[in-house]
């Protein structure tokens, strides 16, 4: 499984989350919304430390990550994170 950001998302972090050089970035799976593999379940992200790494990409000194307690969530998927043009917001996509 891998983690992949487009040029759009790495700079949406910097701008909106003020990401920087030794911080880390977490997607994890959170109750409620749904995706495309669990209903009731949607991604969530946060800035913080982690714990345990299952899976981790490095770019720029920023560490963007999910723990190995929410890898079941994406189903042996890689995680493709860019940004929705329309409302500035990030989107997800799951590819094999």
């Given at each position: 499984?891998?983690?992949?950001?487009?040029?759009?998302?790495?700079?949406?972090?910097?701008?909106?989350?003020?990401?920087?050089?030794?911080?880390?970035?977490?997607?994890?799976?959170?109750?409620?919304g749904?995706?495309?593999?669990?209903?009731?379940?949607?991604?969530?992200?946060?800035?913080?430390?982690?714990?345990?790494?299952?899976?981790?990409?490095?770019?720029?000194?920023?560490?963007?990550?999910?723990?190995?307690?929410?890898?079941?969530?994406f189903?042996?998927?890689?995680?493709?994170?860019d940004?929705?043009?329309?409302?500035?917001?990030?989107?997800?996509?799951?590819?094999?």
């Amino acid at each position: 499984m891998n983690i992949a950001l487009t040029d759009e998302a790495l700079q949406w972090f910097k701008n909106e989350m003020e990401v920087g050089s030794g911080d880390t970035i977490r997607f994890y799976a959170r109750y409620g919304g749904s995706s495309p593999f669990h209903e009731g379940f949607s991604l969530g992200m946060t800035r913080e430390e982690p714990i345990e790494i299952g899976v981790k990409t490095v770019i720029d000194d920023v560490t963007y990550y999910i723990d190995e307690k929410d890898i079941w969530f994406f189903n042996d998927h890689n995680l493709y994170v860019d940004v929705d043009a329309t409302n500035d917001e990030l989107k997800y996509e799951y590819k094999k």
